[in-house]
C-alpha cells in the first residue's frame, strides 16, 4: 500500500510544478545564505586564529559553505525540473533523471542537518582551542622582540578590551607567567633581583596584570598591580567583587561569543533544512503523479502520486534485499566436486565404452 497517496487532477499537477519552480528559486537563496553564514564563521573565527591553536574548528564553516555552493546547484537543476514537469511531454526526456536527483537532493538535504547539528557540537572542540591558544598568547605576551611572537602582545590587549576580559581562566592566570620583559626590568633593584632568585625558573612574577585589564567603568584609578596586597592600597580588599579589573576571563567571553553566532547559524540552518526537505515532499509528489500519467496514457486525466510506492516495512525490507544481493551478480556459484562451474556435467558423457558405432554405408 503507497505511504501518505494523494489523487492529482491536471490543473492539481500544473499547480504543484509552479509552486516547486518557485520554491526551488527561493532554496537557491537559502544555498547563498549557507554560504554566506559559513563565510562570515570561518572570518570571525581568522580573525583570532592568533588565540587558537591548530585543529578542527574549521570544519563547520567549511562544510556550510561547501554545502550552500551544492544548494545553489541543486535547486536550479530543480528549478528547471519542474518547470518542465508542467507539461508531461517535457516530462518523458526528465523521467529517467528525477528519481536519482531526488536520492541526491535526500543525502544532501541530510547534510544541511548534519551541518546544523555540528554547530551545537562544535563547542567542545573550540572551548579546548581557546584553551591552548590564550595560553601560549599569555605565555608569549612579553615576547615584543622576537620575530613571529611580537603581534601577540598586542592581540591579548585588544582582546581584553574589545572582550572585557583578563587572563585565560581569569585574572590570576597573569600571576603564573612572567609578561614584563626583561628588557623593561631594572636588574639594579633589589627587589627585582629577589624575585627572580626566588622563582626555580628565574622568572620575575608578580601578582598584576597588564593595563588591558583594567575596567575604565571604574570610578576608582585602576589597580594592576600588587592585586592580592591590601596593605599596599587605601581602603581596599582584593575578596570582593569591587576590583577594578575585568573578571571573567577571556576563554569564557569567547566562547560565550562564538556559541551566540553558532545557535544562530544553527538555527538558520535548521529552518533551511526544514524548508529543503518540504520541497523534496512535493518534487516526490510531482514525480510519482506525472509518472503514473504517463503509464495511464491519459494526460488530461487524474492521476495518483505518493511518498512511497510500498509501506515504509516493505520498501525497507527491499532495500535491505538490494544491499544483500548487491554484487551477487559477479559472484561465481561452485557445484560440489566439480572445477569448472560453467560446465554442466549432468548430461555429459566422456566415456568411449557405451559409444554405439555407426556401420558405413556400403558403396552402391
Known amino acids: 500500500m503507497a505511504v501518505l497517496k494523494v489523487k492529482f487532477t491536471k490543473t492539481k499537477r500544473d499547480k504543484l510544478a509552479q509552486i516547486l519552480w518557485i520554491l526551488n528559486w527561493i532554496s537557491v537563496v537559502s544555498g547563498i545564505i549557507l554560504f554566506s553564514l559559513g563565510l562570515f564563521l570561518k572570518i570571525e573565527i581568522k580573525k583570532r586564529n592568533e588565540v587558537m591553536a591548530k585543529g578542527d574548528i574549521n570544519s563547520v564553516p567549511n562544510m556550510l559553505i561547501s554545502v550552500g555552493v551544492i544548494a545553489c546547484i541543486i535547486n536550479f537543476l530543480g528549478g528547471k525540473i519542474c518547470y518542465d514537469c508542467s507539461d508531461a511531454n517535457k516530462f518523458s526526456r526528465w523521467k529517467l533523471v528525477m528519481l536519482p536527483y531526488i536520492v541526491c537532493t535526500l543525502c544532501f538535504t541530510f547534510c544541511i542537518l548534519v551541518g546544523a547539528l555540528m554547530c551545537y557540537a562544535m563547542r567542545n572542540e573550540l572551548e579546548e582551542s581557546l584553551y591552548l591558544g590564550l595560553r601560549d598568547a599569555i605565555k608569549y605576551y612579553k615576547d615584543t622582540d622576537i620575530p613571529g611572537r611580537c603581534f601577540l602582545k598586542r592581540t591579548v590587549d585588544l582582546l581584553q578590551i574589545g ?202
Open 163 to 364: 572582550f572585557r576580559c583578563c587572563g585565560n581562566n581569569g585574572f590570576r592566570d597573569w600571576f603564573e607567567v612572567q609578561w614584563v620583559s626583561a628588557r623593561y626590568l631594572n636588574m639594579a633593584s633589589k627587589d627585582v633581583v629577589d624575585r627572580l632568585k626566588s622563582n626555580v625558573d628565574g622568572k620575575f612574577l608578580v601578582d598584576g596584570v597588564p593595563f588591558s585589564c583594567c575596567n575604565p567603568s571604574s570610578p576608582r584609578p585602576c589597580i594592576q598591580y600588587q592585586l592580592t596586597n591590601n596593605s599596599a592600597h587605601y581602603n581596599y580588599d582584593f575578596l570582593t567583587e569591587e576590583l577594578n579589573i575585568w573578571v571573567k576571563g577571556c576563554r569564557e567571553a569567547l566562547l560565550d561569543y562564538y556559541t551566540a553566532i553558532m545557535r544562530s547559524i544553527g538555527i538558520a540552518a535548521l529552518l533551511i533544512w526544514l524548508f529543503e526537505l518540504s520541497v523534496l515532499i512535493g518534487v516526490r509528489y510531482l514525480q510519482t503523479a506525472m509518472k503514473n500519467v504517463l503509464l495511464l496514457g491519459n494526460l488530461e486525466g487524474e492521476s495518483d502520486g505518493w511518498l512511497l510506492e510500498n509501506s515504509f516495512v516493505e520498501t525497507a525490507k527491499q532495500n535491505i534485499n538490494i544491499i544483500k544481493n548487491f554484487g551477487k551478480a559477479n559472484q561465481i556459484s561452485t557445484v560440489s566436486g566439480t572445477s569448472d562451474p560453467s560446465t554442466d556435467v549432468s548430461n555429459t558423457n566422456c566415456g568411449k565404452n557405451n559409444v554405439t558405432k555407426n556401420s558405413i554405408p556400403a558403396a552402391s
